[in-house]
């Protein structure tokens, strides 16, 4: 009996003492509403802006590394000295990507017209090819279907000063390689401004069956980060150990100083307006501890600890960043679907991932805020106070 009276006793001391000090935070607020709205308005302006640019970040980096898709390969995978690639290389290339890029297969031959002109064909799986290469500009993808009665002429398309070669490329059109020839059915044109305007692409089970070779490329578009293709250059090249693994460096640099940039950028405005609010909360409650000086002093004399009190004052800044942090998140939605209307005329994704990050942030913002004015309240007299020095 003595126990549980004992423990029922302490039950029913603490719950005073936990609603007195949920009033005494309540009254702080309200009484001094000007003070704290202007702390919260602070808080709330640097969420929002923190999720804004955080939210941008995510989804610029996303949509920049499909924009650098445009631009195609960033890793050529080559055979050395002449020869082909292993049968099994593209079967090893998609393992290894596991769906985080696109590549295409190619084989090349330097094959002649009926009036003896040289040119370069192509062989190549179109499907693959229109995925990797977007930035092509074709008037029409050729459609590979089995020949079902040959002969027949072989789809083809043909880049535009490729083209010229023939005097009428609507035409069936004539190649051969060393002694075997092959007729082509133009489907439809490519220009890119680049030595694909030179070449004639057909497809690769055609090309391979008409040469007699393999594919001897793979050009590899792999997304993600610097770190992440060079990854995926050291395992391509323990993968492929006898053929020549080298990325475009112009493609990869670029997108890696593009993303830099952009994220090196963001992150350094919304550090700059979270500093800003973390002065402006620093400044308000430097002035609630200014205003409370002789309840401190009170509280102190009638035998508050300083842990109390240390409590006080930080579930106060807390309850401050939680309360800026929520709709400031929401606002930050808001405004960072706006500018990616307004800069990259597409919708933005909502990252709920972005929330903990933003209300944590708030949270500690504001708690390193207080350290100041706690470190201040530790050395209140309260004697010296209430005498009214």
């Known amino acids: 009996m003595t126990v549980a009276a004992t423990s029922s006793t302490r039950q029913r001391a603490h719950v005073p003492q936990t609603s007195m000090f949920l009033r005494m935070i309540y009254r702080a607020a309200v009484l001094r509403r000007g003070r704290a709205l202007s702390a919260l308005v602070a808080v709330c ?49 998609d393992s290894l990507l596991q ?3 696109a590549w295409a ?48 002429a072989v789809p083809a398309l043909l880049g535009v000063r490729a083209a010229k070669a023939f005097p009428d490329h609507t035409q069936s059109l004539a190649l051969t390689f060393q002694g075997r020839a092959i007729q082509l ?23 391979t069956a008409w040469t007699g070779l393999s594919l001897s490329t793979i050009e590899i578009e792999a997304s993600g980060s610097t770190a992440e293709i060079n990854t995926t250059l050291d395992s391509l090249t323990r993968a492929l150990p006898d053929a020549e693994v080298r990325p475009v460096r112009r493609i990869v640099e670029g997108q890696a100083r593009v993303l830099s940039r952009a994220g090196s950028t963001m992150l350094a405005s919304a550090l700059l307006v979270v500093l800003t609010a973390a002065l402006c ?14 309840d401190f002093a009170i509280m102190k004399a009638i035998g508050a600890s300083d842990r109390l009190l240390n409590s006080f004052f930080l579930v106060e800044s807390a309850a401050l960043g939680l309360a800026g942090a929520l709709p400031g998140f929401l606002l930050g939605l808001g405004v960072a679907a706006w500018i990616s209307r307004a800069n990259f005329h597409s919708a933005l994704t909502p990252r709920i991932s972005v929330l903990p ?22 050395r209140l007299q309260p004697a010296a106070i209430l005498r009214g020095e």
């Not at 909360?281 to 002789?294: A, E, K, P, Q, Y």
């Open 105 to 152: 297969p190619f084989g090349f031959v330097v094959a002649r017209t009926p009036s003896g002109e040289a040119i370069v064909v192509a062989g190549t799986n179109f499907a693959r090819a229109r995925e990797l290469d977007q930035y092509w500009s074709v008037s029409a993808w050729p459609v590979e279907s089995p020949c079902l009665q040959p002969p027949c």
């Open 99 to 101: 769906g985080r890029g």
């Open 281 to 294: 909360v620093l400044s308000t409650l430097m002035g609630w501890l200014f205003d409370r000086r002789r």
């Open 45 to 93: 302006v640097a969420a929002a802006v923190s999720t804004a640019l955080l939210t941008l970040q995510f989804d610029a980096r996303a949509k920049l590394q499909r924009e650098f898709r445009n631009y195609g390969a960033n890793i050529i995978v080559a055979a050395k000295d002449g020869t082909s690639l292993p049968l099994d290389a593209p079967a090893r290339v």
């Open 185 to 207: 059915a133009t489907a439809g044109t490519v220009q890119t401004g680049g030595a694909e305007d030179s070449r004639i692409y057909v497809p690769l089970a055609d090309f």
């Open 357 to 378: 990050m933003v209300v944590g942030g708030s949270v500690i913002v504001t708690l390193l805020a207080a350290m100041f004015p706690v470190s201040r309240l530790h």
